[in-house]
């Protein structure tokens, strides 16, 4: 089965939070099988040094706010969307809706509170898009999150 099917039964169904690896990512458990969870439209800032070698400045506090909106136990349902399903480190890309199906989503949380920026991986453009980038423009006009204690620079070491 290939990758793109094999996730293809998620769509609205629930998954359950493990835990959150930075303000984009989190480990989600789905039929007993741990799946790392890139969030779809956004990009928040770099709280381990794995990656790039480096941290970003923002990164500590982005992922204390994200853990703020998930704990581990806590339900997730996860929306596929958009044209891919992984990303090049193997995640799966997906619209985190923060309970059901109908429940505001990760990104629209991490963007508004100005922790995460609009971001938009390969052609995946989803109907959240429009949304948060007025998130986006609301955090940065009233100085939130990065806007605030980074000058706005998301990645910045």
């Known amino acids: 089965?290939?990758?793109?099917?094999?996730?293809?039964?998620?769509?609205?169904?629930?998954?359950?939070?493990?835990h959150v690896v930075d303000g984009d990512t989190l480990d989600v458990w789905i039929s007993s099988r741990e799946v790392r969870v890139r969030t779809l439209q956004i990009d928040a800032p770099e709280s381990s040094t794995l990656r790039f070698g480096h941290a970003?400045?923002?990164?500590?506090?982005?992922?204390?706010?994200?853990?703020?909106?998930?704990?581990?136990g806590s339900v997730v349902t996860l929306e596929l969307a958009g044209s891919e399903r992984y990303d090049r480190y193997g995640r799966l890309l997906a619209l985190v809706h923060l309970g059901g199906a109908q429940a505001i989503t990760w990104q629209?949380?991490?963007?508004?509170?100005?922790?995460?920026?609009?971001?938009?991986y390969g052609e995946n453009r989803t109907w959240l898009l429009g949304i948060?980038?007025?998130?986006q423009a609301y955090a940065r006009t009233h100085r939130l999150g990065v806007y605030a204690l980074c000058r706005g620079e998301f990645h910045e070491a």
């Open 1 to 18: 089965m290939g990758k793109t099917s094999r996730f293809s039964r998620v769509r609205g169904k629930p998954a359950v939070v493990d």
């Open 56 to 72: 970003d400045r923002c990164g500590a506090p982005a992922k204390e706010y994200a853990k703020t909106l998930v704990h581990r």
């Open 108 to 120: 629209q949380r991490m963007t508004r509170a100005g922790w995460a920026e609009v971001f938009v």
């Open 132 to 135: 948060l980038q007025s998130d």
